[in-house]
């Protein structure tokens, strides 16, 4: 017999023996393979169960409350949009009920914003920070208020170091803001050159921006 033959006969060997072994594995451990697959299935429909029969009527009735609660954001009465009344839930309370909902976490938010509107920092520090969301604009903005709330509570450092987050996102809109913010807020610390280095970021990379129309005043107040 041939080297190749052989070779292809010790394959063929081989291929039979992991089947074997294969098979007497499965013939041993029969019980528990099918408790394993069993155990995955109900997992899985349980799942399903969940997301359907309880997550969707919640994220409904989550909508129809944060619906309620942002009319009066919107018509600035923060205290009753955090807290609610006799006809509404606030955003805390739907916070807290719906927190597995999508509306339930976008109500920790509005709630954050609300504290900080009611001039409560602290709390709206806790409440912003327990967003999650991965809308960049939205959830840019919300690490630039919290620096926001850092800085009113005299942790102006602190506060810079979530400005500067926020401008590192390179959004034409945003960024120039916290720029700016971090920029003022060095001043008040008595660190000019680090001002003057936001500035001309701002004047250089985002020439069309708000900030930029009258970014001179602030640099020449630095130079001084």
Same mark, same amino acid.
Request: glycine share 4%.
């Given at each position: 017999? +041939?080297? /190749?033959?052989?070779?292809?006969?010790?394959?063929?060997?081989? #291929?039979?023996?992991?089947? &074997?072994?294969?098979? !007497?594995?499965?013939?041993? =451990?029969? /019980?528990?393979?099918? &408790?394993?697959?069993?155990?995955? #299935?109900? #997992? #899985?429909?349980?799942?399903?169960?969940?997301r359907s029969y309880y997550l969707k009527p919640r994220e409904v009735a989550a909508e129809n409350e944060m619906s309620k609660a942002q009319a009066f954001f919107a018509a600035d009465s923060f205290k009753v949009a955090l807290e609610g009344n006799k006809d509404i839930?606030?955003?805390?309370?739907? !916070?807290?009920? =719906? +927190?597995? &909902? !999508? +509306?339930?976490?976008l109500a920790t938010a509005y709630a954050g914003i609300c504290y900080y509107k009611l001039g409560q920092y602290e709390n709206a520090i806790k409440y912003l920070s327990q967003y999650d969301g991965d809308d960049a604009y939205f959830s840019i903005s919300l690490i630039g208020l919290t620096g926001d709330a850092y800085v009113e509570l005299g942790q102006v450092e602190k506060g810079i170091s979530y400005f500067d987050k926020a401008a590192n996102s390179k959004n034409d809109v945003i960024s120039p803001i916290f720029l700016k913010k971090a920029g003022v807020a060095y001043e008040s610390l008595n /660190?000019?050159? /680090?001002?003057?280095?936001? =500035?001309n970021k701002i004047k250089d990379n985002y020439p069309k921006s708000n900030e930029a129309s009258d970014i001179d005043k602030y640099i020449a107040r630095v130079q001084k």
């Open positions: 017999m +041939s080297k /190749k033959a052989d070779n292809k006969h010790d394959e063929l060997e081989n #291929v039979q023996h992991a089947l &074997t072994t294969s098979e !007497a594995f499965i013939e041993k =451990y029969q /019980k528990q393979i099918l &408790t394993a697959i069993g155990i995955i #299935v109900l #997992v #899985v429909l349980a799942i399903l169960a969940f839930l606030g955003f805390k309370e739907i !916070a807290s009920d =719906y +927190s597995l &909902t !999508a +509306s339930g976490n /660190k000019p050159e /680090k001002a003057l280095e936001l =500035y």
